[in-house]
Nanobody, 124 residues
Framework: QVHLVESGGGLVQTGGSLRLSCAAS????????MGWYRQILGEQRELVAA???????NYADSVKGRFTISRDSAKNAVYLQMNKLKPEDTAVYYC??????????????????WGQGTQVTVSS
């Protein structure tokens, strides 16, 4: 099993900044990609930003130029630096990772795991 734990959410004023962190733990062999999604109550979860093991990044149009995703492969961690925050960025932010882990019986298996989410609230 692979577990993801997010941190760094909170309340910030419009124009402010927050940095989200996510750490993956477990019998991880490799991580192919990590990303951040967000969900507003009653709406579908949407991709915010993603990064591959090779460092390629992908951003939602709404956050380009304001958010930056980065990762620390040695720590199995991913970060989201959020600047110039807007009220419409208010949501629960979820970390996601996919890769390969050791099942404990000598076999490798794929994982596609989510964190528990962290609330980001931007006041106007």
């Amino acid at each position: 099993q692979v577990h993801l734990v997010e941190s760094g959410g909170g309340l910030v004023q419009t124009g402010g900044s927050l940095r989200l962190s996510c750490a993956a733990s477990g019998s991880i062999v490799s991580i192919n990609a990590m990303g951040w999604y967000r969900q507003i109550l009653g709406e579908q979860r949407e991709l915010v930003a993603a990064i591959t093991s090779g460092g390629s990044t992908n951003y939602a149009d709404s956050v380009k130029g304001r958010f930056t995703i980065s990762r620390d492969s040695a720590k199995n961690a991913v970060y989201l630096q959020m600047n110039k925050l807007k009220p419409e960025d208010t949501a629960v932010y979820y970390c996601k990772a996919r890769g390969t882990y050791s099942s404990g019986s000598g076999f490798l298996a794929e994982f596609d795991s989510w964190g528990q989410g962290t609330q980001v609230t931007v006041s106007s």
